[in-house]
């Protein structure tokens, strides 16, 4: 796809997109087997080392230009991005003008890997670089390339911390070529101004903010989507919806920690909502809340823990309406009874405190999984999030409507032209092809790897697993190493500090609670001696530095207490040691007692494994691996189908609303 089609105007339209594909089962059926096909084809690897030294050959003798005329070159570049768009024979001269301006303003010189990564990215696809491989300079260089073309960029970084640390900190590289950044956050929610930082030829964002507002656009747009009659309306409107709207389109989205994004975060719709109708009367929270806490799991209602189902059985909704016949008429309904009821059901055995959310200053607020971080103003549905805030005795919220919806899967195909980057993606190259269209490549490492795997050691109880850790991180701490604990939730993190602090172990804690102190904290984790506890996803995409004479000791040690929902996160985890080619170490420490186990082994099992196990001692290395790694492959597939299921009914919504406009 040439630049022409990918930036605003004549060619695209003021606010260019790709539209919604009407792909039929063949025409599925033909892109999977393509990705299949792709994936066993020989990779690029010879052509990306071609192309670095290419790079190399056209920085040739530009160390020696003065400022003037590297500016001369620059403004050369320009013309001829601008005249011929983005095209191959482009490419190289306009990495080694980045690489040149990025020595010089910066400091940093891009590596050959960084530059193959780059042109990855450039070319419209995902680039596997391992963990502190330097991913933000690289995305430096497809976003140069691109912005100096006209075509607007979206750098999709984790969360707010990082889109302001990042679009910060290459400002200065950006500003050399005469490109404008902005950095869009939650924070500064003022539409004219969000407007104008979108007006930037680079804008940094996370994909909530970014694809909020897109839906806030597609509200102010209507279902008419003709570009014609948007241009029209500057001729008779005093502000014209196009003037009213905060994106310039969906051109060229770069996307850090990419499987992060587009595979973690897509099980859950982005809901746009608005002021809802009437609210409902506290007392009718309060009331299923104790209808529900008169109920009997396993004789009136049965729960699917992993799927956060409830279902009614016979004799529960017998119960029910027994316990009902005395209330209001409201109650008197059984469908509306048993909706609300099962609701109630859910808030008191499926959503729990310090694992699901928080409690702040009377507000109920959600934890994002994949993150580990509040998600600010966000809510459950359909009086979810209400029942929970009685449950917790906080004051009860209006429900609100849902006014608009996108999921990932929808966004991000939207997307004229789409990359991304990431250190963990060969686990779902499958699914980022067949759903994204996204080709993965694996960009090798600067440097050898010297992470040292300590092993996975499964203990049969929580207690002997914490005892362990515990007695490992002191250990640690004696001869003066790093040590980082991932753990599943909020509660664990604050559990094991509590473990720590009575083991007079100074250290520190990183979750959803401290967020605000996110930056500082990872700032001091490669310190001697120093001891953080983090959920497993906190302070991603930030370099834990070595402190001087931590090398010495065996860098950074990471330990993970809990198998995460896909064995990519754990990778993540174990991925912030060993960096640069640096030494670093890292072990699994679990228990027959994680939640993982206890929800997919029945107690028979677990008992059996128990008797054969020696007291206080870890099971047999084998044994325990795949005691451990069965779940988590169930868990993978169960999360698969979930994503698969809502693409396929994304789909047939578009089908059916087809029609009409937009389903979103």
């Given at each position: 796809?040439?630049?022409?089609?990918?930036?605003?105007?004549?060619?695209?339209?003021?606010?260019?997109?790709?539209?919604?594909?009407?792909?039929?089962?063949?025409?599925?059926?033909?892109?999977?087997?393509?990705?299949?096909?792709?994936?066993?084809?020989?990779?690029?690897?010879?052509?990306?080392?071609?192309?670095?030294?290419?790079?190399e050959?056209?920085?040739?003798?530009?160390?020696?230009?003065?400022?003037?005329?590297?500016?001369?070159?620059?403004?050369?570049?320009?013309?001829?991005?601008?005249?011929?768009?983005?095209?191959?024979?482009?490419?190289?001269?306009?990495?080694?003008?980045?690489?040149?301006?990025?020595?010089?303003?910066?400091?940093?010189?891009?590596?050959?890997?960084?530059?193959?990564?780059?042109?990855?990215?450039?070319?419209?696809?995902?680039?596997?670089?391992e963990?502190?491989?330097?991913?933000?300079?690289?995305?430096?260089?497809?976003?140069?390339?691109?912005?100096?073309?006209?075509?607007p960029?979206?750098?999709?970084?984790?969360?707010?911390?990082l889109?302001?640390?990042?679009?910060?900190?290459?400002?200065?590289?950006y500003?050399?070529?005469?490109?404008?950044?902005?950095?869009?956050?939650?924070?500064?929610?003022?539409?004219?101004?969000?407007?104008?930082?979108?007006?930037?030829?680079?804008?940094?964002?996370?994909?909530?903010?970014?694809?909020?507002d897109?839906?806030?656009?597609g509200?102010?747009r209507?279902?008419?989507?003709?570009?014609?009659?948007?241009?029209?309306?500057?001729?008779?409107?005093?502000?014209?919806?196009?003037?009213?709207?905060?994106?310039?389109?969906?051109?060229?989205?770069?996307?850090?920690?990419?499987?992060?994004?587009?595979?973690?975060?897509?099980?859950?719709?982005?809901?746009?909502?608005?002021?809802?109708?009437?609210?409902?009367?506290?007392?009718?929270?309060?009331?299923?809340?104790r209808?529900?806490?008169a109920?009997?799991?396993?004789?009136?209602f049965?729960?699917?823990?992993?799927?956060?189902?409830?279902?009614?059985?016979?004799?529960?909704?017998?119960r029910l309406?027994?316990?009902?016949?005395?209330?209001?008429?409201?109650?008197?309904?059984?469908?509306?009874?048993?909706?609300?009821?099962?609701?109630a059901?859910a808030?008191?055995?499926?959503?729990?405190?310090?694992?699901?959310?928080?409690?702040?200053?009377?507000?109920?607020?959600?934890?994002?999984?994949?993150?580990?971080?509040?998600?600010?103003d966000r809510?459950?549905?359909?009086?979810?999030?209400?029942l929970?805030?009685?449950?917790?005795?906080?004051a009860?919220?209006?429900?609100?409507?849902?006014?608009?919806?996108?999921?990932?899967?929808?966004?991000?195909?939207?997307?004229?032209?789409?990359?991304?980057?990431?250190?963990?993606?060969?686990?779902?190259?499958?699914?980022?092809?067949?759903?994204?269209?996204?080709?993965?490549?694996?960009?090798?490492?600067?440097?050898?790897?010297?992470?040292?795997?300590?092993?996975?050691?499964?203990?049969t109880?929580?207690e002997?697993?914490?005892?362990?850790?515990?007695?490992r991180?002191?250990?640690?701490?004696?001869?003066?190493?790093?040590?980082?604990?991932?753990?599943?939730?909020v509660?664990?993190?604050?559990?094991?500090?509590?473990?720590?602090?009575?083991?007079?172990?100074?250290?520190?804690?990183?979750?959803?609670r401290?967020?605000?102190?996110?930056?500082?904290i990872?700032?001091?984790?490669?310190?001697?001696?120093?001891?953080?506890?983090?959920?497993?996803?906190?302070?991603?995409?930030?370099?834990?530095?070595?402190?001087?004479?931590?090398?010495?000791?065996?860098?950074?040690y990471?330990?993970?207490?809990?198998?995460a929902?896909?064995?990519?996160?754990?990778?993540?985890?174990?991925?912030?040691?060993?960096?640069?080619?640096?030494?670093?170490?890292?072990?699994?420490?679990?228990?027959l007692?994680?939640?993982?186990?206890?929800?997919?082994?029945?107690?028979?099992?677990?008992?059996?494994?128990?008797?054969?196990?020696?007291?206080?001692?870890?099971l047999?290395?084998?044994?325990?691996?795949?005691l451990?790694r069965?779940p988590?492959?169930?868990?993978?597939r169960?999360?698969?189908?979930?994503?698969?299921?809502?693409?396929?009914?994304e789909?047939s919504?578009?089908?059916?609303?087809a029609?009409?406009?937009?389903?979103?």
């Amino acid at each position: 796809m040439s630049s022409e089609t990918l930036r605003p105007g004549i060619a695209r339209g003021l606010h260019p997109e790709r539209a919604p594909s009407r792909e039929g089962w063949l025409d599925r059926l033909a892109h999977g087997l393509g990705g299949a096909l792709a994936r066993a084809l020989p990779g690029r690897a010879a052509a990306l080392r071609a192309f670095a030294r290419q790079v190399e050959e056209q920085g040739t003798g530009l160390r020696a230009l003065d400022a003037r005329a590297l500016g001369a070159r620059i403004d050369d570049l320009r013309s001829a991005l601008l005249r011929e768009g983005s095209r191959d024979a482009l490419l190289a001269p306009s990495f080694a003008l980045v690489r040149e301006v990025a020595r010089r303003t910066l400091g940093m010189e891009p590596y050959d890997v960084q530059i193959q990564g780059g042109f990855v990215m450039a070319k419209g696809m995902l680039a596997e670089m391992e963990a502190g491989e330097g991913k933000t300079l690289t995305a430096t260089l497809p976003a140069c390339t691109a912005a100096l073309a006209g075509i607007p960029v979206h750098v999709i970084s984790a969360n707010d911390y990082l889109v302001e640390r990042d679009a910060e900190a290459m400002r200065p590289l950006y500003a050399a070529f005469g490109l404008s950044v902005g950095a869009v956050t939650d924070r500064d929610r003022d539409p004219e101004r969000r407007r104008s930082v979108y007006e930037c030829d680079v804008v940094y964002g996370t994909a909530q903010q970014i694809a909020f507002d897109y839906l806030r656009d597609g509200l102010e747009r209507g279902r008419q989507r003709a570009t014609l009659s948007l241009r029209l309306e500057a001729l008779h409107r005093e502000r014209p919806r196009a003037e009213r709207m905060l994106l310039r389109g969906l051109c060229f989205a770069i996307v850090d920690e990419a499987d992060s994004v587009l595979i973690d975060e897509a099980r859950t719709p982005l809901i746009l909502s608005g002021p809802g109708g009437p609210a409902e009367d506290p007392a009718t929270h309060r009331r299923a809340l104790r209808l529900a806490g008169a109920l009997e799991e396993g004789l009136d209602f049965c729960l699917d823990r992993r799927a956060r189902r409830v279902e009614l059985t016979e004799r529960g909704r017998e119960r029910l309406a027994a316990l009902a016949q005395p209330l209001p008429g409201f109650w008197s309904g059984p469908r509306r009874r048993e909706a609300w009821v099962s609701r109630a059901l859910a808030a008191l055995h499926l959503y729990v405190r310090d694992r699901d959310y928080l409690v702040r200053e009377d507000k109920v607020e959600i934890v994002d999984q994949p993150t580990g971080r509040v998600a600010r103003d966000r809510a459950w549905e359909r009086g979810l999030h209400q029942l929970i805030e009685a449950r917790e005795a906080c004051a009860v919220t209006p429900q609100r409507e849902t006014v608009a919806r996108i999921s990932y899967q929808q966004f991000f195909r939207r997307y004229l032209r789409l990359a991304g980057m990431t250190g963990t993606a060969r686990e779902v190259t499958r699914e980022l092809w067949s759903v994204y269209g996204l080709r993965t490549q694996s960009i090798p490492t600067r440097l050898p790897s010297r992470r040292l795997d300590a092993g996975t050691r499964v203990f049969t109880t929580q207690e002997q697993k914490w005892a362990a850790v515990t007695a490992r991180v002191e250990e640690a701490h004696r001869r003066g190493q790093p040590v980082l604990i991932g753990t599943a939730s909020v509660a664990l993190s604050e559990q094991l500090s509590a473990r720590l602090a009575a083991r007079e172990l100074p250290h520190q804690v990183l979750n959803a609670r401290q967020d605000a102190d996110e930056a500082r904290i990872v700032a001091e984790a490669g310190c001697r001696g120093a001891i953080t506890v983090a959920t497993a996803m906190a302070g991603r995409g930030t370099d834990i530095l070595l402190a001087p004479g931590v090398a010495e000791v065996g860098g950074l040690y990471v330990i993970a207490t809990q198998r995460a929902e896909a064995s990519r996160i754990d990778r993540q985890l174990f991925g912030r040691c060993g960096r640069h080619g640096e030494l670093g170490s890292f072990e699994a420490v679990l228990s027959l007692e994680d939640p993982p186990l206890l929800l997919f082994y029945p107690p028979q099992i677990r008992r059996l494994v128990s008797r054969v196990a020696t007291a206080g001692t870890p099971l047999f290395p084998q044994l325990g691996k795949v005691l451990t790694r069965v779940p988590q492959i169930a868990e993978e597939r169960v999360y698969s189908r979930m994503r698969r299921r809502l693409v396929d009914l994304e789909r047939s919504t578009e089908d059916l609303l087809a029609f009409s406009g937009r389903g979103e």
